[in-house]
C-alpha cells in the first residue's frame, strides 16, 4: 500500500480518536444502575470451556452467578470447571457444572441445555452463545466439507441453542429477567479475504440475532449479540494452521484482545443495555456504518462513529484491494517465471 494512504488512514484514525474523546463524555447517558445481575442466576455458556467462553464463566462466576459450560471434550470441561469454581464469589452457595454435547446436532443441544436445568435445579436465566471457530482458507482451495463444517460449527451451535433457550425462557416464571447473547465476529459486519465460509457462517448468525431482538420483544426477553475482532485463545492458534498468508496481512492492524479482556468488554456492554457489541474502536466504526435497522448504540455518538467509519473503511478498503492485486500480479509473475 502507499505511504500517503497509510499517512492519510492514520490521520483519520488520529482525528476521528480526538473527536470522540471530547464528544463522549457529552454523549454518553450517565446510568446508575444496571439491570444485568448476573448475582444467584443460572448462567449457560456454549464453547465454555476454552477462550472467551471459560474467561466469561470465570467473570460471572465472580459475580454470584451459577455456571453451567458446554463443549465436547470432557476433559477440557473438567479443567475448566475447577477454574470456575475457584473463581466463584461464594463456593457454598453456588453451583459449577457442566454438560457434554456435540452442539451442531439439534437434538444434543435441546438436551443438554434440558439437563443442565434438571441438574442445577433452575432454570436458565442468561444463554450466552460462544461456541465456534474459524478455518480461514482461500475459497477456490478449500472443499464442500469446509463449507459445511463452517455453517455447524458457527451457525447451528448457536442457532440450535437458542432456540432451546427460547423455548425454555418462554416458561420462565420471569421471562423478561431473561438474556440471549450471540457471538459473532467482525467477520459478521464485513467479509475479508481467507474468512469466505466462516463470514458466511457468522453473517448467518447476525441475521438471527437481528429477527429474534425483534421477535422475543414479545416475551421481554433481552438479545446481544457481540462482534469481536482477533481474540488470542486456543481457537485462534487452531486459525493460524491454514490462515493464508495474504489473509495475514490484511489483519496486521488488528491488534486484538485477550479471552479476559473480551469477556470484560462483552460483559460491559450488556451491563449498558448495548444490543450490538464491540471491542475497540475500529469495531465501533465498522458496527455503526453498516448497523441496518437495529438500535444505536448512542444515537449522536453511533452518527459520528458512521461518519468516521466512511471515510477510514473507505481508505482501508482500497488499501486491502491494492495488497490483493498485487498478490495476483506476485503470482503471475511466479507463474511465468515456473513456466
Request: glycine share 4%.
Given at each position: 500500500?502507499?505511504?500517503?494512504?497509510?499517512?492519510?488512514?492514520?490521520?483519520?484514525?488520529l482525528v476521528a480518536s480526538c473527536l470522540l474523546l471530547v464528544l463522549t463524555p457529552m454523549l454518553f447517558k450517565k446510568r446508575t444502575k444496571w439491570s444485568f445481575n448476573p448475582e444467584n442466576k443460572h448462567v449457560y455458556i456454549t464453547g465454555g470451556s476454552q477462550g472467551t467462553g471459560l474467561a466469561l464463566a470465570k467473570r460471572l462466576a465472580a459475580q454470584g452467578a451459577h455456571v453451567t459450560i458446554v463443549a465436547r471434550t470432557v476433559a477440557k470441561?473438567?479443567?475448566?470447571?475447577?477454574e470456575i469454581t475457584a473463581a466463584c464469589r461464594s463456593r457454598d452457595q453456588?453451583?459449577?457444572?457442566?454438560?457434554?454435547?456435540?452442539?451442531?446436532?439439534?437434538?444434543?443441544?435441546?438436551?443438554?441445555?434440558?439437563?443442565?436445568?434438571?441438574?442445577?435445579g433452575k432454570m436458565v436465566d442468561y444463554v450466552f452463545l460462544c461456541a465456534g471457530g474459524a478455518k480461514p482458507v482461500m475459497f477456490s482451495e478449500g472443499t464442500a466439507e469446509d463449507?459445511?463444517?463452517?455453517?455447524?460449527?458457527?451457525?447451528?451451535?448457536?442457532?440450535?441453542?437458542?432456540?432451546?433457550?427460547?423455548?425454555s425462557f418462554r416458561t420462565h416464571p420471569t421471562p423478561s429477567s431473561c438474556r440471549l447473547v450471540f457471538v459473532s465476529s467482525i467477520c459478521g459486519l464485513m467479509g475479508l479475504t481467507g474468512y469466505a465460509s466462516y463470514a458466511a457462517a457468522k453473517f448467518a448468525v447476525r441475521g438471527l440475532a437481528e429477527s429474534l431482538r425483534m421477535e422475543l420483544l414479545l416475551y421481554g426477553i433481552r438479545v446481544h449479540i457481540f462482534f469481536p475482532g482477533t481474540i488470542y485463545s486456543p481457537g485462534y492458534d487452531e486459525e493460524n494452521k491454514t490462515k493464508p498468508a495474504v489473509t495475514?496481512?490484511?489483519?496486521?492492524?488488528?491488534?486484538?484482545?485477550?479471552?479476559d479482556k473480551a469477556a470484560e468488554l462483552l460483559v460491559r456492554g450488556i451491563e449498558r443495555e448495548e444490543y450490538a457489541i464491540a471491542c475497540d474502536l475500529t469495531g465501533n466504526l465498522i458496527r455503526s456504518l453498516t448497523k441496518?435497522?437495529?438500535?444505536?448504540?448512542?444515537?449522536?455518538?453511533?452518527?459520528?462513529?458512521?461518519?468516521?467509519?466512511?471515510?477510514?473503511?473507505s481508505i482501508w478498503r482500497r488499501n486491502a484491494d491494492k495488497i490483493m492485486v498485487a498478490e495476483r500480479h506476485r503470482g503471475s509473475g511466479a507463474a511465468a517465471a515456473s513456466s
Open positions: 500500500m502507499s505511504s500517503s494512504n497509510n499517512h492519510t488512514l492514520v490521520l483519520t484514525i470441561l473438567e479443567t475448566a470447571q475447577t453456588q453451583k459449577v457444572q457442566y454438560q457434554s454435547a456435540n452442539l451442531c446436532n439439534a437434538e444434543e443441544s435441546a438436551r443438554a441445555l434440558r439437563d443442565a436445568e434438571q441438574l442445577m463449507l459445511k463444517g463452517e455453517i455447524e460449527t458457527d451457525y447451528y451451535t448457536a442457532a440450535f441453542t437458542a432456540h432451546a433457550a427460547v423455548k495475514k496481512l490484511l489483519e496486521e492492524a488488528d491488534e486484538g484482545v485477550t479471552p441496518g435497522a437495529v438500535p444505536a448504540n448512542r444515537t449522536v455518538l453511533d452518527a459520528v462513529y458512521a461518519s468516521i467509519g466512511w471515510v477510514a473503511l
